[in-house]
């Protein structure tokens, strides 16, 4: 499956932005779907998943209760609602298919990744 992440931009700390994935070709099922992220200097880290029914999330600590992954009925597209955003969110977003349907946070889970898109927190 073909993925292409949009949605970044500059925001200042405290606002918010949505990041969408779109799946292109076929839809996303029946594998789960993650975000990464990975900031300049830094390793990729795992920001957010959801199963391939959209029943079971999992978020990382660093952004629960701030970040919420969805996806819509159709299952062509998955989403990143960001919310308080923080200067050390800025990174460069990723997202990802699994290999399965199922929440996963580890980096071997996933074989698809679209482009990153960039998102940018200003203080």
């Known amino acids: 499956v073909q993925l292409q992440a949009s949605g970044g931009g500059l925001v200042q700390a405290g606002g918010s932005l949505r990041l969408s994935c779109a799946a292109s070709?076929?839809?996303?099922?029946?594998?789960?779907v993650g975000w990464f992220r990975q900031a300049p200097g830094n390793e990729r880290e795992f920001v957010a998943g959801i199963s391939w029914s959209g029943s079971s999330t999992c978020p990382a600590d660093s952004v629960k209760g701030r970040f919420t992954i969805s996806r819509d009925n159709a299952k062509t597209t998955v989403y990143l609602q960001m919310n308080s955003l923080k200067p050390e969110d800025t990174a460069v977003y990723y997202c990802?298919?699994?290999?399965?349907?199922?929440?996963?946070?580890?980096?071997?889970?996933?074989?698809?990744w679209g482009q990153g898109t960039q998102v940018t927190v200003s203080s």
């Open positions: 990802a298919a699994a290999r399965g349907p199922y929440c996963s946070s580890s980096y071997s889970a996933f074989g698809s």
């Open positions: 070709g076929r839809t996303f099922s029946p594998y789960a």
